[in-house]
């Protein structure tokens, strides 16, 4: 601005505007759409870039759309006759009315500059930038991907950054389904070099990440629908590929060319999530849709690495010696298991049932398997590696202190006949209530006092306090559970 005032037709004028832009898209749009901070941002190892949170990212974002108005207001007061190309100058106006919201009069200006774009190139820039107004316009709860936003995105199928913007414009204004589909697209450019793009590949971050998370952004849509979406859009998202998935039109094939014949994973994504959430009866009708075939081949090769049911979670507790003999076989999946579950929670549950401590004993063994240390993780986790990282995902408090697994040890003690189970059922509690302690001060490993830890565990001053006799074949090793449970009767 003060280089206009001393010198309107300076050669460099231009230059420092495209400067301008460029800062203002950095720091607007990259927090907006990926949650990361701008390239240009506090050092990350200060104590303001070390505890950003997404709400400041966002804050600061909207800062500085506010500047973006103050350089958009400048340029309206212009003579473009005077500060050389008028389409540059103009395209920058267009620009800045996307990236302050104006989204009419930025849809008015680029229909006025496609008339005389001088290369393809900027109108291919121009093509990007009404897509985004098309989309961001819409008002919230009622966004599709308008007509012609399909021929852009047609047109430019490689240009992943675009691709993405697209679909958080759809997410932000309520359309999950459409920005998943979107999303799905852009897996298959993951980590492509020979595009005119360049590196292909978009991370992204989400608002319910913590600051020790391991992982804290996304390149792939299915672990991100996985960490982020709710049962219930996922099941809309399933609905919308069974109804369209086999339209011929060329939006259609693009749209669903990476997920149309993946439904029975996104089943057992949707059984997952109720499995999270507890509701036993609606994950196991989501795992019946997946199919016996899928559920053949599931969890099962060698291509699944540490995901592969191996061990009966009923029966077998990981790094521990066997102790319970197997009263019935299923084949291993999360179909079978969960149907299983089901049958022994009502079993301990019949209150003229005999055995009710052998059956809620049971069901806390498989709650306790579902845990980061368990050999089921796969029934509350899609990938193998979610045991050694924390994660967003709504169940990670249950994930690592196995609350339900100890809630049914100590409905096994409650109703069990003799001293050394109840023991036993004690015992499996506190190792429980140990893993919800470690998961308390998992920020604090440095400082963090395992023995005086345990000491405060009740349930181990329990165990000590009412059976003395039997803490130390408890606590010293594993070896002594089985003759413990055999004491049942």
């Not at 009622?142 to 414009?169: H, M, Y």
Request: charge should be negative; proline fraction near 2%.
């Amino acid at each position: 601005q003060k280089v206009y005032e001393l010198n309107l037709t300076a050669e460099g004028l231009s230059f420092l505007l495209l400067r301008e832009i460029n800062k203002v898209e950095d720091f607007v749009l990259t927090p907006s759409y990926t949650l990361f901070q701008p390239s240009l941002s506090y050092d990350s190892w200060s104590a303001e870039g070390k505890d950003s949170s997404a709400l400041q990212t966002l804050h600061r974002a909207e800062h500085d759309r506010i500047y973006a108005k103050e350089v958009l207001r400048f340029i309206n007061t212009i003579n473009l006759n005077k500060v050389g190309s008028i389409f540059f100058w103009q395209s920058c106006k267009a620009y800045l009315q996307f990236i302050t919201k104006d989204y009419n009069a930025c849809l008015v200006q680029v229909n006025q500059l496609q008339k005389w774009a001088p290369d393809t190139t900027l109108a291919t820039q121009l093509q990007i930038i009404k897509a985004l107004a098309l989309t961001g316009r819409q008002p919230k709860g009622n966004a599709i991907i308008p007509t012609e936003v399909q021929s852009i995105i047609l047109a430019n199928p490689k240009n992943g950054q675009f691709i993405f913007a697209i679909a958080k414009e759809l997410e932000n204004l309520g359309n999950a389904t459409d920005a998943a589909l979107l999303y799905s697209r852009l897996t298959e450019m993951t980590y492509q070099e020979d595009t005119a793009y360049g590196r292909n590949t978009v991370y992204w971050r989400i608002a319910q990440n913590k600051g020790n998370t391991y992982s804290d952004y996304y390149t792939d849509y299915f672990d991100y629908i996985d960490a982020v979406y709710t049962p219930e859009q996922i099941q809309q998202f399933i609905e919308d590929i069974r109804n369209n998935r086999d339209a011929s039109n060329s939006f259609s094939v693009f749209k669903y060319e990476g997920v149309k014949d993946q439904l029975s994973r996104f089943y057992d994504l949707l059984g997952t999530k109720y499995i999270r959430q507890n509701k036993l009866e609606t994950a196991l009708a989501a795992f019946e849709k997946a199919g016996k075939l899928y559920w053949n081949r599931a969890y099962t090769s060698w291509d699944d690495q540490t995901n592969v049911f191996d061990q009966n979670p009923f029966y077998t507790l990981k790094y521990t010696p066997k102790f319970i003999e197997a009263q019935d076989s299923i084949r291993l999946n999360k179909y079978t298991i969960t149907k299983q579950l089901i049958h022994y929670i009502h079993q301990a549950e019949d209150e003229n049932e005999k055995d009710r401590d052998y059956y809620y004993f049971l069901v806390a063994n498989a709650y306790y398997n579902m845990s980061h240390q368990g050999n089921a993780t796969m029934m509350r986790r899609i990938s193998p590696w979610s045991r050694y990282r924390l994660s967003a995902i709504e169940d990670e408090p249950e994930f690592r202190q196995s609350n339900l697994a100890k809630k049914y040890y100590l409905l096994a003690r409650q109703y069990a006949q003799t001293e050394k189970f109840r023991a036993l059922c004690l015992r499996m509690a506190a190792h429980c209530e140990t893993q919800k302690m470690d998961y308390k001060n998992i920020g604090d490993w440095y400082d963090f006092d395992r023995q005086a830890d345990l000491s405060a565990n009740t349930y181990y001053s329990d165990l000590q306090a009412n059976y003395p006799d039997y803490f130390d074949d408890l606590t010293s090793n594993c070896d002594r559970f089985q003759a413990y449970f055999e004491s049942r009767r």
